[in-house]
């Protein structure tokens, strides 16, 4: 089992073997601490639960602390489930996880909130272009122009593209590579950007497109 809780603390950037400069992300990833284990039988699917993040028992409810109490684990307030599709549950409960399950050179995926940008029109949060500027116009500019029909259908369509709330949606960047891993400060820096603001909370996984790749297109 391959997966980590972490915190998006930053970019910087690495220098390989030829001097190049490799813009990276750092997270603070683990440790982390296998809080349960779902069984096909008893639950229906295979999952991992991971809790990450300490915080003060007081902040918890008396449901949440009962269940991680269980493997005498301290308050933990994320909590994220990781699925086993095919293959075996090679953790325990209450075992920790760090970084060091991931190497140097393996490709992850990354998931974690896109920053919100508020209520935003079609121009920002589509990518519409303007209307033009002359013929007398004066406030269309940024218009988003037709939204409805003639008679028939007579409504506006389910799914049109307006304005509205932009951001702040569950992003997954892929096939991201593992650039730096430092088990000592529980620090893993990946190649590229990933979503979120610093201090956000992502989730990194093993890449899709990599054991598709490996497995003959099958997802393992």
Known sequence: MKGLIGKKIGMT?????????????????GPCYVTQIRQ???DGYIAVQLGYGETKPTRLTQGQLGHLRRNNLRALKYLREFRIRNGSVEVSEGQ???VDVFNKG??????GTSKGRGFTGPIKRYGFRRQPKTHGQSDRERAPGSVGQRSFPGKTLKGQRMAGRSGNDR??????EVMVVDVERNLIAVKGSIPGSRNGIVIIKPSVTSIRRNHGGKRK
């Open 40 to 42: 096909q039988e008893r």
């Open 13 to 29: 950037q690495v220098f390989d073997d030829k001097g190049n400069a490799i813009p990276v992300t750092v997270i603070q990833a």
């Open 171 to 176: 992003v997954t960047i892929q096939n991201l």
């Open 96 to 98: 920790e996880i760090k």
């Open 106 to 111: 393996e490709h992850v995926d990354v998931v």
